[in-house]
């Protein structure tokens, strides 16, 4: 991702998340530690965004940032792929573990991360902006068996 494709990167994030949607800033940020700590990529069909992800990685440890995909391109595996992505990203990086945070009212990205073998490990009370609960999950990566 790069700063060009804010504009559409921003449409899906605020029709992703109405109430709790990144600002153009927060997201330029996130881009300004490209390549040091951030990893940004986009999804492309028919010649038009129609989804993004982010990595953040420092040490061992890696943490899903965002996944949004286009409503009309949901359920088509740009999800999925976008996280195969940061998770051989995550590897390549040295990490042995990545976090994410999910919205416990959204059960199609939960059942997407258990199926990458992410496991639940916790809940942050009323972490969104309208209150919603997020469920957290970690993956274990095997580095030294080259596995994601």
Do not use: C
């Amino acid at each position: 991702m790069t700063e060009a494709d804010l504009p559409d990167v921003m449409h899906i994030e605020r029709s992703t998340f109405p109430f709790d949607a990144w600002s153009e800033g927060m997201l330029r940020g996130e881009l300004a530690d490209q390549p040091r700590t951030r990893h940004y990529i986009v999804a492309v069909a028919d010649g038009r965004i129609v989804g993004y992800a982010g990595l953040a990685a420092a040490g061992d440890q890696a943490d899903v940032q965002t996944i949004a995909v286009s409503a009309a391109m949901q359920r088509a595996g740009v999800g999925s792929a976008m996280l195969r992505e940061l998770l051989t990203e995550a590897e390549r990086r040295g990490a042995t573990a990545v976090f994410l945070e999910v919205r416990a009212d959204n059960p199609p990205a939960q059942a997407m991360y258990e199926r990458f073998g992410f496991e639940r490990v916790g809940l942050r009370r009323d972490y969104y902006d309208d209150g919603t609960d997020a469920i957290m999950m970690m993956r274990k990566l095997s580095v030294e068996d080259g596995h994601v």
